[in-house]
């Protein structure tokens, strides 16, 4: 198994421009999520599904739009990059057994770049 | 107020000594604790994963939870240049359903 993967690894978008960041997973996992990772903030969430079809805001939704056609796949797209949208991009997946959520598996991480 | 309250450190200690890492959380709903270790440039991966409260070991790290105070350690023994990274706690509930909240990351570093 792969787990999660991400792409690109890095990026470098000028203010303005769009761009989807590509996330995939091959755990069958349920769960999908995206977080953005900067220094002194810890990890917050921007958007997550609970299944395909199925997408809701997390706690920094605002310039991001998701959507999950698939099990596997669950891309995270930039409508109008800004420099406040410079981070480090984190995917994850995971399950759940008996109604009960277990933990998460993150990709390796995209590294965005807003000039 | 943040839900999940971490010091971000850095934390410096030698060799062989006991680090002692601390999160405390103000949502009674959170039953499940985990305990993420991210090493420099890479993802987080699950370090310990404990329900309620108690302590949990598992080799040279201890996992403790008080639910009555609200407050999540975790202790690294015998710490080795190996776990110098960033420990984030991340309480949840049973239907966190992919939403984990997460504390900002206490940086550790061990020097030979």
């Known amino acids: 198994n792969a787990g999660v993967t991400q792409t690109p690894k890095f990026q470098v978008l000028k203010t303005g421009q769009s761009m989807t960041l590509q996330c995939a997973q091959d755990?069958?996992?349920?769960?999908m999520s995206w977080y953005r990772q900067d220094p002194g903030m810890g990890l917050r969430l921007i958007h997550y599904?609970?299944?395909?079809?199925?997408?809701d805001q997390g706690e920094v939704p605002n310039g991001y739009n998701v959507s999950r056609s698939t099990t596997e796949d669950f891309p995270l797209r930039l409508l109008s990059a800004a420099p406040s949208q410079t981070s480090v991009y984190f995917c994850?997946?995971?399950?759940?057994?008996?109604?009960?959520?277990?933990?998460?598996?993150f990709g390796p991480g995209t590294r965005l770049t807003v000039t | 107020q943040k839900e999940v309250e971490q010091d971000p450190g850095p934390l410096s200690v030698p060799e062989g000594a006991i680090v002692s890492l601390n999160c405390t959380y103000s949502?009674?709903?959170?039953?499940?604790f985990m305990w993420y270790r991210q090493y420099s440039r890479k993802g987080p991966e699950l370090l310990m994963y404990t329900y309620s409260s108690g302590n949990k070991e598992d080799g040279r790290f201890t996992a403790q939870v008080d639910k009555s105070s609200k407050y999540i350690s975790l202790f690294i023994r015998d710490s080795q240049p190996s776990d110098s990274a960033t420990y984030l706690c991340a309480p949840s509930t049973p239907d966190s359903w992919g939403k984990l909240q997460f504390g900002a990351g206490t940086q550790v570093v061990v020097t030979p």
């Open positions: 755990m069958n996992h349920e769960y």
């Open positions: 949502n009674s709903a959170f039953q499940y």
């Open positions: 994850a997946s995971s399950y759940s057994r008996d109604r009960v959520s277990y933990e998460q598996y």
């Open positions: 599904s609970v299944g395909a079809g199925i997408t």
